[in-house]
């Protein structure tokens, strides 16, 4: 797997010059047309978010999910799942927004708290003709005012991002994106939410903490019974089936896109031996580690 890209790394890598400050505590968004940036995009994680309008057609992967793009399609990317995107021969054209955590937080974290920047949501929308048209247009404005130096840019890009995600979200029922509000619903969201925050394992030096039920439960200062009773009231699958459906996981995408002996792999999940390891892997997918890593059953 590739290290994590930042924006310098990202800009670094198509050539792109900016006399900016870039740091992750200072808000930072730009705007790009697509053919200025043709090629595969890696598998990697990134610590900055992307929305990219696709004209082209190709192949996108993120989390467990793979989709042959072959009509326009708006992709939204996160730091917290990591994306390949293959493009197929031909023109690769449309428009790219990127922005770091320090801009989707400002103005009262409304842009970070929109769903396809939540865990578990879905990142490729398909458009039809008339939504892609209307999107197009937003970017097209985003790259008009971004080459301006107006004092309050970053605030009209801000608003064209909303227009752009509000126009997606339109697209389905909004009964698909309500918000529940009672006890077991909060509970069953903070537990995704701290499941959540311990993935990606990017680096050989980190190892999961929170493996069972009982170790989330306490540090959500609530009963393992309570805990494991309000997941699945909510999402019908029990907390242990959440933990491991999120190890294998990560174990996949540890397995296919790095480098990584099997054993240090099992270890960063959190497994004393990788004999412990392999018979968990098994058990869930039906196949060995070392048989991913020979790719003999990759999709």
């Not at 730091?79 to 023109?91: C, F, M, Q, S, T």
């Not at 769903?115 to 999107?135: A, C, H, I, R, S």
């Not at 107006?150 to 697209?171: E, G, N, P």
């Amino acid at each position: 797997m590739e290290s994590k890209e930042n924006l310098q790394s990202f800009y670094r890598r198509i050539c792109y010059e900016t006399n900016e400050v870039i740091t992750q505590e200072i808000p930072h968004v730009n705007v790009f047309a697509r053919d200025s940036c043709q090629g595969k995009a890696p598998y990697s994680r990134r610590d900055y978010c992307k929305v990219t309008l696709m004209r082209g057609t190709g192949l996108v992967e993120y989390a467990d999910k793979r989709f042959r793009v072959d009509r326009p399609a708006i992709l939204f990317s996160t730091p917290k799942v990591p994306y390949l995107w293959i493009p197929d021969e031909g023109a690769q054209l449309g428009w790219f927004c990127i922005f770091n955590e320090a801009f989707a937080r400002q103005q009262d974290e409304l842009l970070s708290k929109l769903p396809m920047f939540q865990v578990g949501t879905d990142k490729l929308f398909y458009l039809d003709e008339k939504t892609e048209n209307e999107v197009a247009f937003f970017f097209e404005k985003m790259m008009e005012e971004n080459a301006e130096n107006y004092s309050y840019k970053q605030d009209l890009l801000r608003s064209y991002l909303h227009l752009i995600i509000h126009k997606v979200l339109k697209m389905e029922p909004a009964a698909a994106h309500g918000t529940q509000h009672n006890a077991s619903e909060r509970i069953a969201s903070l537990f995704l939410e701290l499941l959540e925050r311990q993935f990606p394992i990017d680096s050989q030096h980190n190892q999961l903490k929170l493996k069972s039920a009982k170790a989330f439960a306490d540090q959500l200062s609530v009963h393992t019974n309570h805990l494991n009773r309000a997941v699945k009231d909510v999402t019908g699958e029990t907390t242990t089936t959440h933990i491991a459906k999120r190890i294998v996981l990560e174990a996949n995408d540890l397995l296919r896109h790095s480098n990584w002996p099997i054993s240090e792999i099992a270890y960063c999940l959190g497994f004393e031996y990788p004999t412990y390891f392999n018979n968990f892997y098994k058990k869930h997918t039906g196949v060995t580690p070392r048989d991913v890593r020979q790719a003999k059953f990759v999709s």
